[in-house]
Protein backbone atom coordinates (compact mmCIF):
# COMPACT_ATOMS: atom_id res chain seq x y z
CA UNK A 1 0.00 0.00 0.00
CA UNK A 2 1.37 3.20 -0.78
CA UNK A 3 2.49 5.60 2.21
CA UNK A 4 0.81 9.48 2.35
CA UNK A 5 3.29 12.09 3.88
CA UNK A 6 1.57 13.80 6.85
CA UNK A 7 2.29 17.19 8.12
CA UNK A 8 1.26 18.39 11.62
CA UNK A 9 1.11 22.15 11.72
CA UNK A 10 0.13 24.81 14.49
CA UNK A 11 -1.39 27.59 13.21
CA UNK A 12 -2.87 30.95 14.11
CA UNK A 13 -6.87 30.94 14.48
CA UNK A 14 -9.01 34.38 13.40
CA UNK A 15 -9.22 34.70 16.76
CA UNK A 16 -5.86 34.76 17.94
CA UNK A 17 -4.98 31.22 18.93
CA UNK A 18 -3.13 28.71 18.65
CA UNK A 19 -4.64 25.54 16.73
CA UNK A 20 -2.99 22.05 15.78
CA UNK A 21 -3.96 20.46 12.64
CA UNK A 22 -2.68 17.99 10.16
CA UNK A 23 -2.80 17.65 6.36
CA UNK A 24 -1.69 15.67 3.51
CA UNK A 25 1.22 16.84 1.19
CA UNK A 26 3.77 15.52 -1.04
CA UNK A 27 6.11 18.00 0.64
CA UNK A 28 6.85 20.83 3.27
CA UNK A 29 6.52 23.30 0.28
CA UNK A 30 3.44 21.76 -0.67
CA UNK A 31 1.69 21.60 2.55
CA UNK A 32 2.79 25.62 3.10
CA UNK A 33 0.98 25.65 -0.26
CA UNK A 34 -2.43 23.88 0.46
CA UNK A 35 -2.40 25.95 4.15
CA UNK A 36 -2.31 29.20 2.64
CA UNK A 37 -4.90 28.21 -0.37
CA UNK A 38 -7.16 27.30 3.19
CA UNK A 39 -6.40 30.92 4.47
CA UNK A 40 -4.97 29.42 7.13
CA UNK A 41 -1.76 31.37 9.08
CA UNK A 42 0.96 28.49 9.36
CA UNK A 43 3.15 29.57 12.52
CA UNK A 44 5.00 26.07 12.32
CA UNK A 45 5.18 22.88 10.21
CA UNK A 46 6.17 19.47 12.21
CA UNK A 47 8.80 17.13 10.37
CA UNK A 48 7.39 15.19 7.96
CA UNK A 49 6.66 11.38 9.12
CA UNK A 50 5.03 8.12 6.85
CA UNK A 51 1.93 7.36 7.59
CA UNK A 52 0.00 4.17 6.03
CA UNK A 53 -4.13 5.00 5.27
CA UNK A 54 -5.95 2.70 6.92
CA UNK A 55 -7.87 0.25 5.26
CA UNK A 56 -11.91 -0.26 5.54
CA UNK A 57 -11.14 -3.37 4.82
CA UNK A 58 -8.71 -4.42 7.16
CA UNK A 59 -10.56 -2.41 9.81
CA UNK A 60 -13.88 -4.72 8.94
CA UNK A 61 -11.33 -7.83 9.46
CA UNK A 62 -9.84 -6.82 12.44
CA UNK A 63 -13.55 -6.33 13.78
CA UNK A 64 -14.40 -9.81 12.17
CA UNK A 65 -11.08 -11.65 13.94
CA UNK A 66 -11.21 -9.87 17.21
CA UNK A 67 -14.28 -9.00 19.27
CA UNK A 68 -14.38 -5.10 20.25
CA UNK A 69 -15.38 -4.70 24.04
CA UNK A 70 -18.41 -2.12 24.44
CA UNK A 71 -16.02 -1.34 27.55
CA UNK A 72 -13.08 -0.64 25.17
CA UNK A 73 -15.54 1.92 22.64
CA UNK A 74 -16.86 4.03 25.91
CA UNK A 75 -12.90 4.20 26.87
CA UNK A 76 -12.44 5.24 23.54
CA UNK A 77 -15.47 7.69 23.45
CA UNK A 78 -14.07 9.25 26.93
CA UNK A 79 -10.67 10.25 25.59
CA UNK A 80 -11.93 11.25 22.47
CA UNK A 81 -14.24 13.67 24.23
CA UNK A 82 -11.45 14.75 26.44
CA UNK A 83 -9.47 15.85 23.64
CA UNK A 84 -11.51 18.09 22.14
CA UNK A 85 -12.54 19.89 25.15
CA UNK A 86 -9.03 20.26 25.42
CA UNK A 87 -9.14 21.80 21.50
CA UNK A 88 -7.72 19.58 19.74
CA UNK A 89 -9.35 19.43 15.95
CA UNK A 90 -10.80 16.14 15.14
CA UNK A 91 -8.42 14.59 13.06
CA UNK A 92 -5.25 15.26 15.20
CA UNK A 93 -7.46 14.24 18.02
CA UNK A 94 -8.26 10.72 16.26
CA UNK A 95 -4.57 10.70 15.56
CA UNK A 96 -3.65 10.98 19.27
CA UNK A 97 -6.44 8.16 19.57
CA UNK A 98 -5.14 5.77 17.64
CA UNK A 99 -1.69 6.23 19.34
CA UNK A 100 -3.23 5.68 22.44
CA UNK A 101 -4.43 2.43 21.43
CA UNK A 102 -2.01 0.87 19.56
CA UNK A 103 -1.87 -2.91 19.47
CA UNK A 104 -5.65 -3.13 20.69
CA UNK A 105 -8.42 -4.01 17.64
CA UNK A 106 -10.62 -0.86 18.05
CA UNK A 107 -7.24 1.07 16.58
CA UNK A 108 -7.47 0.17 13.25
CA UNK A 109 -11.43 0.96 13.39
CA UNK A 110 -10.56 4.23 14.55
CA UNK A 111 -7.46 5.12 11.93
CA UNK A 112 -9.52 3.93 9.09
CA UNK A 113 -12.64 6.67 10.89
CA UNK A 114 -9.39 8.91 11.28
CA UNK A 115 -8.66 8.80 7.27
CA UNK A 116 -12.39 9.31 6.69
CA UNK A 117 -13.01 12.67 8.22
CA UNK A 118 -9.71 13.74 7.22
CA UNK A 119 -11.21 13.27 3.66
CA UNK A 120 -14.66 15.09 4.22
CA UNK A 121 -16.46 12.86 6.08
CA UNK A 122 -18.40 13.67 8.84
CA UNK A 123 -17.24 11.62 12.12
CA UNK A 124 -20.98 10.59 12.21
CA UNK A 125 -20.79 9.26 8.74
CA UNK A 126 -17.25 7.57 9.08
CA UNK A 127 -18.94 5.56 12.53
CA UNK A 128 -22.10 4.54 10.92
CA UNK A 129 -19.61 2.29 8.47
CA UNK A 130 -18.97 0.66 11.76
CA UNK A 131 -22.18 -0.47 12.94
CA UNK A 132 -20.50 -3.51 14.96
CA UNK A 133 -18.60 -1.17 16.70
CA UNK A 134 -20.42 2.01 16.75
CA UNK A 135 -24.44 0.82 17.56
CA UNK A 136 -26.86 3.01 15.97
CA UNK A 137 -27.28 5.60 19.44
CA UNK A 138 -23.79 6.44 18.55
CA UNK A 139 -24.58 7.82 15.03
CA UNK A 140 -27.13 9.30 16.36
CA UNK A 141 -25.97 11.45 18.94
CA UNK A 142 -22.88 12.20 17.42
CA UNK A 143 -24.98 13.41 13.96
CA UNK A 144 -26.80 15.92 16.49
CA UNK A 145 -23.68 17.03 18.00
CA UNK A 146 -21.78 17.44 15.07
CA UNK A 147 -25.02 19.66 13.42
CA UNK A 148 -25.19 21.87 17.07
CA UNK A 149 -21.08 22.50 17.34
CA UNK A 150 -21.05 21.05 20.27
CA UNK A 151 -19.03 17.36 19.77
CA UNK A 152 -17.30 17.34 22.51
CA UNK A 153 -20.08 17.80 25.04
CA UNK A 154 -21.70 15.09 23.14
CA UNK A 155 -19.46 12.40 23.37
CA UNK A 156 -19.07 13.04 27.00
CA UNK A 157 -22.97 12.54 27.83
CA UNK A 158 -22.15 9.32 25.42
CA UNK A 159 -19.17 8.02 27.43
CA UNK A 160 -21.47 8.74 30.18
CA UNK A 161 -24.40 6.37 28.67
CA UNK A 162 -22.03 3.77 27.35
CA UNK A 163 -19.83 3.38 30.74
CA UNK A 164 -23.21 3.29 32.58
CA UNK A 165 -24.71 0.24 30.34
CA UNK A 166 -20.88 -1.81 30.35
CA UNK A 167 -20.91 -1.40 34.53
CA UNK A 168 -24.95 -2.33 34.59
CA UNK A 169 -23.80 -5.30 32.39
CA UNK A 170 -20.75 -6.49 34.27
CA UNK A 171 -22.80 -6.44 37.29
CA UNK A 172 -25.43 -8.91 36.04
CA UNK A 173 -22.59 -11.01 34.60
CA UNK A 174 -20.93 -11.13 37.68
CA UNK A 175 -23.86 -12.13 39.85
CA UNK A 176 -24.62 -14.73 37.77
CA UNK A 177 -20.95 -16.12 37.27
CA UNK A 178 -20.86 -17.29 40.86
CA UNK A 179 -24.05 -19.56 40.71
CA UNK A 180 -23.43 -20.72 37.38
CA UNK A 181 -20.19 -22.13 38.11
CA UNK A 182 -20.84 -23.56 41.25
CA UNK A 183 -24.03 -24.81 39.27
CA UNK A 184 -21.56 -26.90 36.73
CA UNK A 185 -19.09 -28.06 39.21
CA UNK A 186 -22.29 -29.79 40.93
CA UNK A 187 -23.08 -31.33 37.94
CA UNK A 188 -19.83 -32.59 37.05
CA UNK A 189 -19.02 -33.90 40.25
CA UNK A 190 -22.68 -36.02 40.53
CA UNK A 191 -22.01 -37.11 36.77
CA UNK A 192 -18.58 -38.14 37.80
CA UNK A 193 -20.33 -40.56 41.11
CA UNK A 194 -22.66 -41.78 38.57
CA UNK A 195 -20.83 -43.20 35.82
CA UNK A 196 -17.86 -44.26 37.56
CA UNK A 197 -18.35 -44.37 41.40
CA UNK A 198 -21.55 -45.92 41.63
CA UNK A 199 -20.91 -48.69 39.03
CA UNK A 200 -18.15 -50.24 41.05
CA UNK A 201 -19.61 -49.79 44.02
CA UNK A 202 -22.98 -51.50 42.74
CA UNK A 203 -21.10 -54.06 41.24
CA UNK A 204 -19.57 -55.45 44.79
CA UNK A 205 -23.98 -54.88 45.89
CA UNK A 206 -25.48 -57.09 42.99
CA UNK A 207 -22.38 -60.13 43.41
CA UNK A 208 -23.48 -60.48 46.89
CA UNK A 209 -27.05 -61.46 45.62
CA UNK A 210 -28.55 -59.81 48.47
CA UNK A 211 -32.36 -57.88 48.54
CA UNK A 212 -31.45 -54.27 48.00
CA UNK A 213 -33.46 -51.34 48.66
CA UNK A 214 -35.65 -49.16 46.78
CA UNK A 215 -33.28 -45.88 46.71
CA UNK A 216 -30.18 -48.49 45.97
CA UNK A 217 -32.14 -50.04 43.36
CA UNK A 218 -32.77 -46.46 41.58
CA UNK A 219 -29.56 -44.86 42.06
CA UNK A 220 -28.33 -48.11 40.25
CA UNK A 221 -30.50 -47.76 37.40
CA UNK A 222 -29.81 -44.01 37.15
CA UNK A 223 -25.97 -44.69 37.27
CA UNK A 224 -26.77 -47.44 34.73
CA UNK A 225 -28.52 -44.79 32.19
CA UNK A 226 -25.97 -42.33 32.75
CA UNK A 227 -22.81 -44.32 32.05
CA UNK A 228 -24.64 -45.90 28.97
CA UNK A 229 -26.08 -42.91 27.47
CA UNK A 230 -23.69 -40.14 28.48
CA UNK A 231 -22.15 -39.44 25.14
CA UNK A 232 -26.24 -39.28 24.10
CA UNK A 233 -27.31 -36.93 26.61
CA UNK A 234 -24.22 -34.40 26.30
CA UNK A 235 -25.54 -34.81 22.58
CA UNK A 236 -28.74 -33.71 23.29
CA UNK A 237 -28.10 -31.04 25.42
CA UNK A 238 -25.56 -29.45 22.93
CA UNK A 239 -28.38 -29.70 20.46
CA UNK A 240 -30.90 -28.61 22.83
CA UNK A 241 -28.64 -25.29 23.47
CA UNK A 242 -28.19 -24.83 19.48
CA UNK A 243 -31.66 -25.42 18.20
CA UNK A 244 -32.36 -22.76 20.92
CA UNK A 245 -30.38 -20.40 20.00
CA UNK A 246 -31.04 -20.34 16.58
CA UNK A 247 -34.71 -20.41 17.08
CA UNK A 248 -34.35 -16.90 18.96
CA UNK A 249 -32.54 -15.43 15.79
CA UNK A 250 -36.03 -15.66 13.95
CA UNK A 251 -38.76 -13.10 14.42
CA UNK A 252 -40.98 -15.46 16.09
CA UNK A 253 -38.37 -17.04 18.22
CA UNK A 254 -37.24 -13.89 19.37
CA UNK A 255 -40.74 -12.59 20.66
CA UNK A 256 -41.39 -15.43 22.14
CA UNK A 257 -38.43 -15.30 23.96
CA UNK A 258 -38.73 -11.74 24.99
CA UNK A 259 -42.29 -12.71 26.39
CA UNK A 260 -41.25 -15.67 28.19
CA UNK A 261 -38.33 -13.28 29.73
CA UNK A 262 -40.68 -10.84 31.29
CA UNK A 263 -43.14 -13.50 32.36
CA UNK A 264 -40.66 -15.58 34.32
CA UNK A 265 -40.90 -15.97 38.07
CA UNK A 266 -38.50 -13.55 39.90
CA UNK A 267 -36.47 -13.20 36.70
CA UNK A 268 -39.27 -11.50 35.04
CA UNK A 269 -39.52 -8.68 37.24
CA UNK A 270 -35.40 -8.15 36.75
CA UNK A 271 -35.41 -8.50 33.21
CA UNK A 272 -38.11 -5.73 32.62
CA UNK A 273 -35.52 -3.50 34.79
CA UNK A 274 -32.87 -3.62 33.00
CA UNK A 275 -34.65 -2.96 29.60
CA UNK A 276 -36.69 -0.26 30.98
CA UNK A 277 -33.41 1.16 32.63
CA UNK A 278 -31.78 1.05 28.81
CA UNK A 279 -34.61 2.50 27.48
CA UNK A 280 -34.85 5.87 29.92
CA UNK A 281 -31.08 6.20 30.13
CA UNK A 282 -31.24 6.12 26.35
CA UNK A 283 -33.76 8.29 24.85
CA UNK A 284 -32.76 10.66 28.00
CA UNK A 285 -29.27 11.16 26.54
CA UNK A 286 -30.59 11.51 22.72
CA UNK A 287 -33.02 14.14 23.87
CA UNK A 288 -30.46 15.73 25.90
CA UNK A 289 -28.12 15.88 22.84
CA UNK A 290 -30.56 17.93 20.93
CA UNK A 291 -32.02 14.65 18.54
CA UNK A 292 -35.32 15.05 17.46
CA UNK A 293 -37.66 12.81 19.77
CA UNK A 294 -39.18 10.87 16.54
CA UNK A 295 -35.84 10.07 15.62
CA UNK A 296 -34.68 9.08 19.27
CA UNK A 297 -37.58 6.78 19.09
CA UNK A 298 -36.46 5.58 16.39
CA UNK A 299 -33.18 4.23 17.83
CA UNK A 300 -34.30 2.99 21.24
CA UNK A 301 -36.58 0.73 19.80
CA UNK A 302 -33.43 -0.71 18.06
CA UNK A 303 -31.39 -0.76 21.24
CA UNK A 304 -33.87 -1.27 23.95
CA UNK A 305 -33.05 -4.96 23.87
CA UNK A 306 -36.43 -6.18 24.20
CA UNK A 307 -39.37 -7.06 21.21
CA UNK A 308 -41.98 -6.11 23.91
CA UNK A 309 -41.33 -2.99 24.60
CA UNK A 310 -39.78 -2.09 21.16
CA UNK A 311 -43.78 -2.31 19.48
CA UNK A 312 -44.60 -0.22 22.38
CA UNK A 313 -42.47 1.86 21.42
CA UNK A 314 -43.53 1.91 17.36
CA UNK A 315 -46.95 2.81 18.74
CA UNK A 316 -45.80 5.34 20.65
CA UNK A 317 -43.31 6.77 17.61
CA UNK A 318 -46.63 6.48 15.95
CA UNK A 319 -48.66 8.77 18.45
CA UNK A 320 -45.93 11.43 18.89
CA UNK A 321 -45.80 11.45 15.10
CA UNK A 322 -49.32 12.46 14.72
CA UNK A 323 -49.21 14.93 17.50
CA UNK A 324 -49.82 13.00 20.63
CA UNK A 325 -47.55 13.08 24.26
CA UNK A 326 -45.80 10.31 24.60
CA UNK A 327 -46.78 9.19 28.09
CA UNK A 328 -50.20 8.21 26.80
CA UNK A 329 -49.03 5.63 24.20
CA UNK A 330 -46.33 4.55 26.78
CA UNK A 331 -49.72 3.82 29.42
CA UNK A 332 -52.00 2.39 26.82
CA UNK A 333 -48.90 -0.29 26.00
CA UNK A 334 -49.75 -1.56 29.02
CA UNK A 335 -45.96 -3.23 28.90
CA UNK A 336 -44.06 0.03 30.87
CA UNK A 337 -44.12 0.65 34.93
CA UNK A 338 -46.12 3.58 36.05
CA UNK A 339 -43.72 5.13 37.15
CA UNK A 340 -42.28 5.73 33.94
CA UNK A 341 -45.24 7.51 32.16
CA UNK A 342 -46.06 9.26 34.81
CA UNK A 343 -42.23 10.88 35.33
CA UNK A 344 -42.43 11.87 31.03
CA UNK A 345 -46.03 13.32 31.46
CA UNK A 346 -44.66 15.90 34.43
CA UNK A 347 -41.43 16.19 32.24
CA UNK A 348 -43.66 16.89 28.98
CA UNK A 349 -45.36 19.12 30.97
CA UNK A 350 -42.29 21.19 32.57
CA UNK A 351 -40.33 20.84 29.60
CA UNK A 352 -37.65 18.77 30.93
CA UNK A 353 -38.55 15.02 29.72
CA UNK A 354 -34.65 13.99 29.64
CA UNK A 355 -34.43 15.24 33.06
CA UNK A 356 -37.20 12.44 34.50
CA UNK A 357 -35.94 9.94 32.14
CA UNK A 358 -32.14 10.36 33.17
CA UNK A 359 -33.86 9.95 36.87
CA UNK A 360 -35.46 7.13 36.40
CA UNK A 361 -32.63 5.52 34.52
CA UNK A 362 -30.31 5.82 37.90
CA UNK A 363 -33.89 4.88 40.09
CA UNK A 364 -34.05 1.70 38.03
CA UNK A 365 -29.75 0.82 38.06
CA UNK A 366 -29.83 0.90 41.60
CA UNK A 367 -33.15 -1.41 42.02
CA UNK A 368 -31.43 -4.12 39.20
CA UNK A 369 -28.00 -3.67 42.08
CA UNK A 370 -30.71 -4.46 44.50
CA UNK A 371 -32.46 -7.35 42.78
CA UNK A 372 -29.59 -9.08 41.78
CA UNK A 373 -27.94 -9.29 45.26
CA UNK A 374 -31.33 -10.89 46.57
CA UNK A 375 -31.41 -13.29 43.48
CA UNK A 376 -27.63 -14.28 44.05
CA UNK A 377 -28.54 -15.09 47.42
CA UNK A 378 -31.79 -16.97 46.31
CA UNK A 379 -29.80 -18.77 43.97
CA UNK A 380 -27.00 -20.38 46.12
CA UNK A 381 -29.65 -21.38 48.92
CA UNK A 382 -31.67 -23.01 46.27
CA UNK A 383 -28.39 -25.19 44.74
CA UNK A 384 -27.38 -25.63 48.05
CA UNK A 385 -30.73 -27.27 48.95
CA UNK A 386 -30.37 -29.06 45.68
CA UNK A 387 -27.36 -30.67 45.88
CA UNK A 388 -27.55 -31.62 49.26
CA UNK A 389 -30.68 -33.62 48.18
CA UNK A 390 -28.92 -35.35 45.01
CA UNK A 391 -26.03 -35.84 47.47
CA UNK A 392 -27.73 -37.05 50.26
CA UNK A 393 -29.91 -39.45 48.97
CA UNK A 394 -26.66 -40.91 46.88
CA UNK A 395 -25.06 -41.35 50.10
CA UNK A 396 -28.00 -42.49 51.64
CA UNK A 397 -28.60 -45.25 48.76
CA UNK A 398 -24.87 -46.42 49.14
CA UNK A 399 -24.70 -46.71 52.96
CA UNK A 400 -28.25 -48.28 53.32
CA UNK A 401 -26.70 -51.74 51.91
CA UNK A 402 -23.85 -51.73 54.10
CA UNK A 403 -26.20 -51.28 57.01
CA UNK A 404 -27.94 -54.23 55.74
CA UNK A 405 -24.86 -56.28 55.57
CA UNK A 406 -23.38 -55.47 59.06
CA UNK A 407 -26.23 -56.62 60.24
CA UNK A 408 -26.23 -59.31 58.98
CA UNK A 409 -23.28 -60.80 59.76
CA UNK A 410 -23.41 -59.53 63.51
Avoid at 11 to 39: F, I, M, Q, T, Y
Avoid at 103 to 116: E, F, M, N, T
Avoid at 255 to 272: E, I, M, N, T
Avoid at 314 to 320: F, G, I, N, R
Wanted: hydrophobic fraction near 55%; proline fraction near 4%; charged fraction near 20%.
Amino acid sequence: MTTVPVFEYTALSKLGRKERGAVHADSVADARRRLRAANVHVLDIASEHEQAPASPALARRTITLHRIRARDVATATRELATLLHAGMPLVPALGALVEQLAGQPLAAVIAAVRDSVNEGATLAAALAEYPKVFPEICVGMVTAGEAAGALAGVLSRLADMLEKRVGLVSKVKAAMAYPLLVSAVCVAVVAFLLSYVVPSIAKLFLEMNRALPWPTIVLIAVSDFVADYLWAIALAATALLVGARLWTRTAAGRRAWDHLKLDLPVFGDLSLKIAVSRFARTLGVLLESGVSILEALEIVKRVVGNTVLADGLEEAKDSVGHGDSLANPLRQSGVFPPVVFHAIGVGEASGNVHEGLLRIADAYDSEVEASLAALTSLLEAVMILVMGAVIGFIVLAILLPIFDINQAIA
